[in-house]
Nanobody, 124 residues
Framework: QLQASGGGLVQAGGSLRLSCAAS????????MAWFRQAPGKEREFVAA????????GYTDSVKGRFTISLDNAKNTVYLQMNSLKPEDTAVYYC???????????????????WGQGTLVTVSS
């Protein structure tokens, strides 16, 4: 139900836009999020957005550089990533859930639906 794409290799300071096409769920009822997992590390929260609850949130390390957005017409959630750093290298996953609220948006356990992941590699 979630298909992520847009990853690739980019130099530090560059930009990428990740896409996550959703089917079988609607943005009016589901919060959408991006998580990432670097080699040897646990999956961590990156950003989330909920049209129903009216929140948008980011982890501190990406604030001011990443932007999460929704395109209702395409049923797609985007993650625009600017000023990329080598420490942003990871597999990025999109996730969705109908019960996430602002206080739980950072918890991967709260999300029932996951995409397959797309690899982002930032070279120094």
């Amino acid at each position: 139900q979630l298909q992520a794409s847009g990853g690739g290799l980019v130099q530090a300071g560059g930009s990428l836009r990740l896409s996550c096409a959703a089917s079988g769920l609607t943005f009016s009822s589901h919060a959408m999020a991006w998580f990432r997992q670097a080699p040897g590390k646990e999956r961590e929260f990156v950003a989330a957005i909920s049209r129903r609850s009216g929140f948008t949130g980011y982890t501190d390390s990406v604030k001011g550089r990443f932007t999460i957005s929704l395109d209702n017409a395409k049923n797609t959630v985007y993650l625009q990533m600017n000023s990329l750093k080598p420490e942003d290298t990871a597999v990025y996953y999109c996730a969705a859930d109908s019960n996430v609220i602002v206080s739980t948006m950072r918890l991967s356990s709260q999300y029932d639906y996951w995409g397959q992941g797309t690899l982002v590699t930032v070279s120094s």
